[in-house]
């Protein structure tokens, strides 16, 4: 039975002061998205002022990327134990002053400390500001509209860094990009403690150094391989290095948080099915829905003769696609259930990709601007599902951890999806036997129809992993209470 659109309403429905939470938590996670693909269009400026060899520009997105996706599980535990509140808070602040220092860089080295920095500030204030978000406000049609929100807001703040990096680049310079976070980051540090009660455990046993060093090693390892992968390729010596050697430390980490008294990850948690396959899926839908971007990048600018600012500006339907997804999927959830929607959401992104392999080398446009649409929709439809599904039936003690589980697969999708789809448009452009349009038109074509595959799948997954009755009981027998999809249904009723 579904529940009453009226009473769901009802239930939704925010005070002024959880409003003002909800624009300082959700507008960190867009200022994060923002600076994270801001400087994209920028690099070739850049890296002329500053004087970066071009082989190295590649690593003031990397410099971001490893800290951020490295640190989350750490951070998202240390959040929980020492204070959520006061977690946000510092990172905050130390975002602000490495943007600082990142705009008035004088030197390609410092940039990248600074960007560095920022990755470090972001893994802080992730999993902070979701584990805040999920604890102020209620499981079930609040959360899920929270939720809808932080989603919408984190898909516009990543498609409008691509856009206004090239704006804010050619009215004025790189350097105001991150400028911008400077005033923004002073107003959430003032407003946090304000707006925001401190939130941790109550115990607050010794933090698990050993599986920190491990699965921070393993992470970072990882994340290095796949983003060096793209340069140096998948079969060189580095990332086969580093791809072995996060492995290794990962296989470390879970040996060590089975023998521990106080795990930095509570293997129960990870052997919940909403957990584990919920983020799988996430994983899956970021890491498509970026190579896509990228491949259509590829196909606007070498296909079409369309330049940056243009290929920026063409992507605005997918971005207003995108927030409307995060508008009505609590709507949509509290109809259908958080299972179907994530489903849904995810075959709809399937063929709306499958759909832009009709592209050609002459007009096509009005097919790319629907079909982006449609799967930005979808996109975030599952985005929400799978926050939803990998955060519910968890006590607030591990929120913080449930949340950084959930960023770390977002991390990672955003992180392996370029490279793995560039590799696939590369072997595709090679067999058509060279660089010209028609060439990469068959690469980008082969990309697109391998990200529909990996998405239909990742939809059969949550099809059989994912069924509401299916996880209760699963996560019955690994001690959990309650599903997300017994939740929902308690709502309904």
Same mark, same amino acid.
Not at 50 to 61: I, K, N, P, T
Not at 464 to 493: I, K, N, Q, V
């Given at each position: 039975?579904?529940? /009453?659109?009226?009473?769901?309403?009802?239930?939704?429905?925010?005070?002024?002061?959880?409003?003002?939470?909800?624009?300082?938590?959700?507008?960190?996670?867009?200022?994060?998205?923002?600076?994270?693909?801001?400087?994209?269009?920028?690099?070739?400026?850049?890296?002329? /002022?500053?004087?970066?060899?071009?082989?190295?520009?590649?690593?003031?997105?990397?410099?971001?990327?490893?800290?951020?996706?490295?640190?989350?599980?750490?951070? $998202?535990?240390?959040? /929980?134990?020492?204070?959520?509140? *006061?977690?946000?808070?510092? @990172?905050?602040?130390?975002?602000? #002053?490495?943007?600082?220092?990142?705009?008035?860089?004088?030197?390609?080295?410092?940039?990248?400390?600074?960007?560095?920095?920022?990755?470090?500030?972001?893994?802080?204030?992730?999993? +902070?500001?979701?584990?805040?978000?999920?604890?102020?406000?209620?499981?079930?049609?609040?959360?899920?509209?929270?939720?809808?929100? *932080?989603?919408?807001?984190?898909?516009?703040?990543?498609?409008?860094?691509?856009?206004?990096?090239?704006?804010?680049?050619?009215?004025?310079?790189?350097?105001?990009?991150?400028?911008?976070?400077?005033?923004?980051?002073?107003?959430?540090?003032?407003?946090?403690?304000?707006?925001?009660?401190?939130?941790?455990?109550?115990?607050?046993?010794?933090?698990?150094?050993?599986?920190?060093?491990?699965?921070?090693?393993?992470?970072?390892?990882?994340?290095? $391989?796949?983003?060096?992968?793209?340069?140096?390729?998948?079969?060189?010596?580095?990332?086969?290095?580093?791809?072995?050697?996060?492995?290794?430390?990962?296989?470390?980490?879970?040996?060590?948080?089975?023998?521990?008294?106080?795990?930095?990850?509570?293997?129960?948690?990870?052997?919940?099915?909403? #957990?584990?396959?919920?983020?799988?899926?996430?994983?899956?839908?970021?890491?498509?829905?970026?190579?896509?971007?990228?491949?259509?990048?590829?196909?606007? %600018?070498?296909?079409?003769?369309?330049?940056?600012?243009?290929?920026?500006?063409?992507?605005?339907?997918?971005?207003? +696609?995108?927030?409307?997804?995060?508008?009505?999927?609590?709507?949509?959830? @509290?109809?259908?259930?958080?299972?179907?929607?994530?489903?849904?959401?995810?075959?709809?992104?399937?063929?709306?990709?499958?759909?832009?392999?009709?592209? /050609?080398?002459?007009? $096509?446009?009005?097919?790319?601007?629907?079909?982006?649409?449609? $799967?930005?929709?979808?996109?975030?439809?599952?985005?929400?599902?799978?926050?939803?599904?990998?955060?519910?039936?968890?006590?607030?003690?591990?929120?913080?951890?449930?949340?950084?589980?959930?960023?770390?697969? %977002?991390?990672?999708?955003?992180?392996?999806?370029?490279?793995?789809?560039?590799?696939?448009?590369?072997?595709?452009?090679?067999?058509?036997?060279?660089?010209?349009?028609?060439?990469?038109?068959?690469?980008?074509?082969?990309?697109?129809?391998?990200?529909?595959? #990996?998405?239909?799948?990742?939809?059969?997954?949550?099809?059989?992993?994912?069924?509401?009755?299916?996880?209760?009981?699963?996560?019955?027998?690994?001690?959990?209470?309650?599903?997300?999809?017994?939740?929902?249904?308690?709502?309904?009723?």
């Amino acid at each position: 039975m579904t529940s /009453d659109p009226v009473d769901s309403a009802a239930k939704a429905r925010f005070t002024t002061r959880q409003w003002l939470i909800i624009t300082l938590l959700c507008g960190a996670q867009f200022m994060l998205a923002l600076d994270f693909s801001i400087l994209s269009v920028a690099l070739p400026v850049l890296g002329k /002022d500053l004087g970066f060899a071009l082989s190295d520009l590649q690593w003031v997105v990397t410099a971001f990327a490893l800290p951020s996706g490295g640190l989350l599980l750490l951070f $998202g535990r240390a959040a /929980d134990l020492y204070g959520r509140r *006061n977690w946000f808070i510092a @990172g905050m602040v130390l975002f602000t #002053v490495a943007s600082l220092a990142g705009g008035l860089a004088p030197s390609p080295g410092f940039l990248l400390a600074a960007r560095a920095a920022q990755g470090v500030a972001a893994a802080m204030l992730t999993p +902070a500001a979701m584990s805040l978000l999920t604890t102020n406000f209620a499981e079930g049609p609040q959360r899920d509209r929270a939720l809808g929100i *932080n989603g919408a807001l984190l898909s516009l703040g990543f498609l409008s860094g691509v856009v206004l990096g090239g704006v804010i680049t050619d009215l004025t310079s790189w350097r105001v990009t991150l400028f911008i976070s400077v005033p923004v980051g002073i107003a959430a540090s003032i407003a946090a403690p304000v707006l925001i009660k401190e939130s941790r455990n109550e115990e607050t046993p010794k933090l698990d150094v050993l599986g920190a060093v491990t699965v921070t090693g393993g992470l970072l390892s990882v994340i290095y $391989g796949i983003t060096s992968a793209e340069r140096n390729g998948w079969s060189s010596g580095m990332t086969l290095g580093a791809l072995a050697a996060g492995a290794v430390l990962l296989v470390a980490f879970f040996a060590v948080e089975s023998r521990v008294a106080a795990p930095l990850v509570d293997l129960g948690v990870l052997r919940r099915r909403t #957990v584990s396959w919920g983020n799988t899926t996430g994983l899956i839908t970021f890491a498509m829905m970026t190579g896509m971007v990228f491949l259509l990048t590829l196909y606007m %600018q070498q296909v079409r003769g369309m330049t940056p600012l243009d290929a920026g500006f063409a992507f605005a339907a997918l971005g207003v +696609a995108a927030v409307l997804g995060g508008a009505f999927a609590a709507r949509i959830i @509290g109809r259908i259930g958080v299972h179907r929607a994530l489903v849904y959401g995810l075959l709809l992104q399937a063929a709306s990709t499958a759909a832009l392999f009709f592209l /050609d080398t002459e007009g $096509g446009m009005p097919l790319l601007l629907l079909a982006t649409a449609t $799967g930005g929709f979808g996109h975030l439809l599952a985005v929400v599902g799978y926050m939803i599904t990998a955060t519910s039936g968890l006590p607030d003690h591990e929120q913080g951890l449930a949340t950084g589980l959930a960023y770390t697969g %977002q991390q990672l999708g955003v992180t392996v999806g370029t490279p793995v789809l560039a590799t696939v448009a590369a072997s595709g452009m090679a067999s058509a036997g060279g660089s010209g349009p028609a060439a990469v038109l068959n690469g980008v074509q082969g990309g697109l129809l391998t990200a529909a595959a #990996v998405l239909l799948a990742a939809g059969l997954v949550a099809i059989a992993f994912l069924r509401p009755g299916r996880t209760a009981s699963a996560d019955a027998s690994a001690g959990a209470s309650t599903s997300a999809g017994e939740r929902l249904a308690a709502d309904a009723r």
